[in-house]
């Protein structure tokens, strides 16, 4: 029998059974949409949790002197300007910058507001990436002249100016009057975990002398040039710090590069899982392919021992009923698929403008591949079974 002759008596067999079809391709449907939505959701809540790490500072080494807890550290163990100066130095590093955090209490119109001042030196808004939402960051000059000016949250600006542009006005914080020259803002939510507080205000490093009567630095931020070279960064930095300070001093030197890892994990980790989970429907769905084949088989007994009278070679039998399964997990597959593919496009409708919903052409390929796999694979005894009918016994059956 012709190949195309095997197809068409194989899609007839499907049509006189459209219903029995239909449902038999039900889980193929589901397993394989499951396929492509897994994927396709692993791939967007991958990217948007690097994305969301990645924005606190991109590329980011920070250090900071270990305290303990039973004395005050020697001066000699303090982060300094100069080590901030000596990092510049270092391969592969683009920006340094360093802050001091120090508790205060702020008076606007005769009412006193707790904030927690910093001060920042050069490059801190490249490194962290604060937004400007309102007024301008420090110049050159407003560090050098220890100028009095400052940045403030945006929540702090809306506690206390309300609706009011807080752009010009004055604040005072301890025994020094400041202006405001902005507001900002972080650029995702760090929910406190990062120096930036909700009642933080910005103040050049130069100032921060007049209320801790010292200089030193509380944490020293240095951005690499790329992803690769932050291991390299991050020893350079450390060796740098044990090489100007005594051997006693301990210094806590961190990276994003670990939190990405860890992340990168659990997203791999979710995605194998939910994958897993999906080819178990493709499994169930298989057998249910051949269960349906194996009655189907049972039914047409004495058709194919008709065929086989006729002169039907035991291949063409064989064929004819892996054709059949193909047709119904392949057709299942590409409905799954379709379903698949367009629920994220629907979703992206009512996500925020800055989130994309990835469809991956791999996870499409790997659907229809495993379901039409999955369709011969389960189909193949019962076409087995079916090609080894002998003629006689079948015409018998009734």
Not at 162 to 187: A, D, K, Y
Request: overall charge neutral; proline content about 4%; charged content about 20%.
């Amino acid at each position: 029998m012709h190949i195309r002759e095997t197809i068409t008596v194989a899609i007839d067999a499907l049509r006189a059974n459209k219903l029995r079809a239909s449902l038999t391709s039900l889980g193929v449907i589901i397993g394989s949409a499951s396929i492509v939505l897994v994927v396709t959701v692993a791939l967007t809540s991958r990217k948007f949790v690097l994305s969301q790490i990645e924005a606190v500072g991109s590329n980011l080494v920070w250090v900071e002197l270990v305290q303990r807890p039973d004395k005050a550290p020697p001066l000699s163990y303090e982060l300094t300007l100069d080590d901030m100066e000596a990092a510049k130095s270092i391969p592969h590093v683009v920006t340094v910058a360093g802050t001091r955090e120090h508790p205060m209490t702020m008076t606007v119109d005769g009412v006193d507001r707790a904030v927690n001042l910093v001060g920042v030196t050069d490059g801190y808004q490249t490194i962290r990436r604060l937004l400007i939402v309102r007024g301008r960051y420090f110049d050159a000059a407003d560090m050098e002249m220890r100028s009095k000016v400052c940045l403030i949250t945006t929540e702090l600006a809306e506690r206390i100016f309300g609706q009011e542009n807080p752009v010009g006005r004055s604040i005072r914080m301890g025994e020094l009057t400041f202006t405001v020259i902005g507001v900002f803002r972080e650029r995702v939510e760090t929910f406190g975990l990062s120096d930036i507080q909700k009642n933080s205000a910005l103040i050049p490093f130069t100032l921060m002398k007049y209320y801790t009567g010292t200089e030193y630095m509380s944490l020293l931020d240095v951005q690499a040039d790329n992803e690769e070279t932050v291991p390299s960064v991050e020893r350079q930095v450390g060796l740098l710090l044990r090489s100007r300070h005594p051997l006693e001093a301990e210094y806590n030197v961190q990276t994003l590069t670990a939190i990405l890892g860890v992340a990168r994990k659990i997203s791999l980790g979710l995605t194998v899982v939910l994958i897993i989970i999906a080819a178990i429907a493709l499994v169930i769905s298989g057998v249910g392919i051949m269960n349906i084949m194996l009655v189907t088989v049972t039914e047409r007994t004495r058709e194919i021992g008709i065929r086989k009278a006729i002169g039907a070679a035991h291949r063409e039998i064989l064929y004819q009923f892996l054709v059949e399964s193909f047709f119904i997990s392949g057709g299942g597959a590409v409905i799954g698929i379709l379903i698949g593919i367009a629920l994220p496009v629907i979703a992206q409708s009512f996500l925020p403008g800055n989130l994309r919903v990835p469809v991956s052409g791999l996870s499409v390929v790997i659907a229809f591949v495993v379901s039409c796999s999955t369709g011969l694979f389960f189909g193949y005894l019962p076409a087995n079974q079916a090609a080894s009918l002998q003629p006689v016994e079948s015409l018998r059956y009734e």
